[in-house]
């Protein structure tokens, strides 16, 4: 008997002149179907499951992502800080420049300037062989304000033109530049400090024994060798009538929280100095409150909406998560603080519109920030202000464990549950495959057997006739 594939069974009869019949069991065609058919309805379900757990976690994730946009515009609101900037202005920015930060009180001061702060210059005699002119040997000592430096000059280094070389490159000059300047009556060599101020005045002195360097010293009582070009001088002014001196002309210790930049001397009766509540950007700081706000309502509302004209819903809808989360942020955002002149956002012109987002009458709002400042400042930063609140309530809600977290992580779980499922289906398929393949052989080789027994049979029976038939002859 020849046989085909294990997986098929075609029975043929032993005998070359007789056929067995042709029954052929597809065995791993129908083991496949009979798998498909079994797995089928559970695959569909745990598609159907995996499906919605994993629209719900990018629903979630859009969710949190969204709250922590709107919390970032807190920042600017929430504390109060945020409202302390102010702005200053110079009624004469020839005379003075200001700008104000922390600290600063909001006020008109009057500011005169009797002297700028400057740095001392010093230009020599000529000396009339030029920059190559040689101008003797010996040890400088050069002096600015408490800090000096030496420097020796031999036969090799003796010009003018090396006594500036070396006063430049000295690795512990203090801020004396020199400068080789050339005249029709020969070179004058320039020093200048770059330290401003009264103390930071310019010393030369020969330290050796000799004199060969006498022509390039100035000190108190020795200025014959030098014309001063600018003295050596602290800035003078006063701040509402009280005298300061500064070695700068950048003074930020004088009136607490103003920078103050000198540039000129007062004339008459002086400039005035402006510091106001920086109303600007604290305007743009609610602007910006409301736009995220109105930004995360329009996230929020998609994911719980409803299209009855498509039956397609969001998919948070009727999620207690979301509402919740609604549900707190717009109690705060109706919060009333009575200890203020300016209790609730409406009395400051901010209002709750029909689709849920919010809309500030500008007008009203710049009322309440020049009006009463510090009302609008606590109805934000207060302890118990709009923007604290909430950024309390999202700092709880977006924390690790917090209820954004948490659903987050449920879901995860659930997840890699379904996974798990998808994972013991396979194997649970693959050994129904292997048991049905092993049975659908089994009977195959059944029928095989029994198709030969039945070739046998009818050969036999049709034999019987002519076996009698020779007998009765």
Do not use: C, W
């Not at 770059?194 to 930071?200: D, R, S, W």
Request: proline share 2%.
């Amino acid at each position: 008997m020849a046989t085909s594939d294990p997986s098929t069974v075609s029975v043929a009869a032993s005998s070359a002149s007789s056929g067995a019949g042709g029954s052929v069991i597809n065995v791993s065609g129908l083991v496949s179907q009979l798998v498909a058919a079994t797995r089928a309805p559970q695959d569909a379900q745990i598609a159907s499951q995996t499906s919605t757990v994993t629209t719900r976690i990018s629903a979630v994730g859009t969710l949190k992502s969204a709250l922590s946009v709107f919390q970032a515009s807190l920042a600017s609101l929430s504390t109060s800080s945020a409202f302390a900037a102010d702005t200053a202005s110079s009624s004469d920015p020839a005379v003075f420049q200001a700008s104000a930060a922390s600290g600063s009180v909001p006020g008109n001061y009057a500011i005169t300037v009797t002297a700028l702060a400057s740095a001392q210059q010093l230009l020599s005699g000529p000396f009339v062989g030029g920059s190559t002119a040689a101008v003797g040997t010996g040890t400088l000592n050069l002096q600015l304000g408490s800090n000096s430096f030496n420097l020796t000059f031999d036969a090799t280094n003796n010009t003018v033109a090396d006594v500036a070389a070396a006063i430049n490159s000295a690795t512990d000059n203090p801020g004396i530049t020199a400068t080789v300047i050339q005249g029709t009556d020969g070179a004058h060599l320039l020093l200048s400090s770059n330290q401003p101020g009264a103390l930071n005045s310019i010393q030369v002195t020969e330290t050796d024994v000799g004199g060969g360097l006498a022509a390039l010293t100035y000190a108190a009582g020795n200025t014959g060798n030098y014309t001063q070009n600018a003295a050596a001088q602290d800035a003078a002014f006063s701040v509402a009538g009280v005298a300061y001196t500064s070695t700068s002309n950048t003074v930020n210790d004088a009136l607490s929280g103003v920078s103050l930049t000198l540039t000129g001397l007062s004339t008459g009766a002086g400039a005035t100095l402006s510091v106001a509540n920086d109303t600007t950007t604290v305007s743009a700081n609610i602007q910006n409150f409301i736009s995220a706000y109105n930004t995360l309502q329009s996230t929020v509302a998609s994911l719980g909406s409803y299209d009855a004209a498509s039956s397609t819903a969001g998919p948070m809808l009727g999620d207690p998560l979301l509402t919740g989360v609604q549900t707190q942020i717009r109690h705060v955002l109706q919060t009333v603080d009575g200890s203020s002149a300016y209790s609730t956002l409406a009395s400051i012109g901010i209002t709750t519109q029909k689709d849920g987002t919010l809309a500030a009458d500008s007008s009203k709002l710049q009322t309440a920030l020049t009006g009463n400042f510090s009302s609008v400042s606590k109805l934000f930063s207060g302890a118990s202000g709009v923007a604290t609140q909430l950024d309390k309530l999202l700092s709880q809600q977006l924390a690790s464990g917090g209820t954004i977290d948490s659903r987050a992580q449920t879901l995860v779980k659930q997840n890699k549950a379904l996974s798990a499922q998808t994972n013991a289906l396979n194997k649970q398929m693959d050994a129904l495959t292997s048991n049905l393949t092993q049975q659908y052989s089994a009977l195959n080789v059944l029928l095989s057997t029994l198709q030969t027994t039945s070739a046998y049979l009818t050969q036999a029976i049709n034999s019987l006739p002519l076996v009698q038939g020779k007998a009765n002859g």
